[in-house]
């Protein structure tokens, strides 16, 4: 038998170990392979090479490919974007994060046309019906979305919106809801509250603390209550709430904050329920106890009367009203700026003692018709605005339209004194009603058809025409007629 040489057996054995390795090894990747580890491990150990092969073994020493390159960032939308909005809301945008916008996206033509948050709506469902016509993308009021909605013209956001959905206000994101899609997303809310004038309450000895005025008018009797003392003490009205043509935008708070409305989940109509004919009766003993003025809310007169000093024989002021939270800009700039200090905020009364004490009126929400041209840009726009908290707090602390974004709510700005309110901290009343507002059938598919019946009813009760069961049978039948619904 033959021997071999020590160097002959040794590279013997290292062909024997290279072929076994490469047996065992997986197909190879087309990229370049990493074997620093192994290699190193060879030199370290010339002198016990076998025991270097066998540890490798062991390990299982793993060959990797080189990264491939990151893919390149997404392509900024570009191109023209007409938008349909508000003059108002036009505003907000230019004096906080508009520039921004452009900076980011400097590749997008915005361009603005001003409509009311009505005409919006009703503008866009002409354009739906006719089949052109839309903008890129629309800003209406939450009370007119569901009409849009329901008429099947406006764009599926929902995959693009799913990151907020939990964090936006369920009940009010809802009113564009269809099948479990979404097709707005929603801006500003309108939690509804209970502005008071400090000095008012002071004249007839109430207290004027703002959590003392919400133990004063904890439900609507309470309410009543401190009306007649606030009438009885200083001679003033409570609030303001015309008759003959009366809005009733208070009589839908009083529903909205029971979770009752205009029509139930089957799309039945309530408008004469039990619960609705109760409520309109209660709104009315405040006519019949004369606590309240006969000013018609959005005039002249109305203003007059919440901004007239308490001395003042003509104009009287009075006392407060109930109302959603973007009344505090109003209050402080253009209807009562010469009042700072002399006005607070409470909690809206409960229909009834535990309560809900909130309710919404109003709020505003962004959509993109199917018509779009560039859906992308309208996108970026409506991320932009409304998503990103900084920008939300921007439009927020400029405007007080009070956002729907609840996330941003632990943000130090809603724990900032208002010097206007007598340095109470007001944002936390609102957001506290915010996160109160109930599911509630105001709005809908036929939100206006269902007021303005509802309204002229109201108006009937309040002026003596009718009993409140009468005038609202006879709004309930008329809307049955006119929308088929049962």
Known sequence: MLHKSPIARLAALLLVVSILLTSCAAPAPAAPLVVEKVVTQVVEKTVVQTQVVEK???????????????????????????????KANQDVFEKTVLNDFKAEYPD??????????????????????????????????SASIGKLVALGGLTDITEQLKPWIDQLNKPMLNQAMKDGKYYCATWDIGPVVFFYRRDVFKAAGLSDNPDDVSKQVATWDNMLDTCKTIKDKTGLKCFDQNKANNTGDLYKNMLWQQGLGFYDKDNKITIDAPENVATLEKLGEFWKADVV????????????????????????????????????NFLKTWIAGDRAGQWGVAEMPAYKPGGVRSANQGGSCFFIPEQSTNKDAAWAFIQFMILRPQHDLKLFAYSDYFPALQSIYSDALFSEPDSYFGGQVTRQVFAKAAAAIPEANIYGPYGRTMGTAVNTAVQKYATGNATAAQALKEAADSVRVETGLK
Do not use: C, H, R
């Open 56 to 86: 490798a073994v062991e390990k299982n020493v793993v060959v990797t490919a080189t990264p491939a390159p990151a893919p390149s960032a997404a392509a900024k939308p570009k191109g023209k974007l007409l938008i349909w909005v508000q």
């Open 108 to 141: 997008i033509q915005l361009e603005f046309v001003n409509y009311t948050p009505s005409d919006v709506a009703d503008k866009v469902a002409v354009a739906i019906q006719g089949g052109s016509g839309a903008p890129d993308l629309g800003v209406t009021e």
């Open 293 to 328: 003025s006969d000013e018609l809310e959005w005039t002249d007169n109305w203003y007059a009367d919440l901004k007239a000093p308490i001395d003042s024989k003509n104009p009287k002021p009075v006392a407060g009203v109930v109302i959603a939270a973007w009344m505090g």
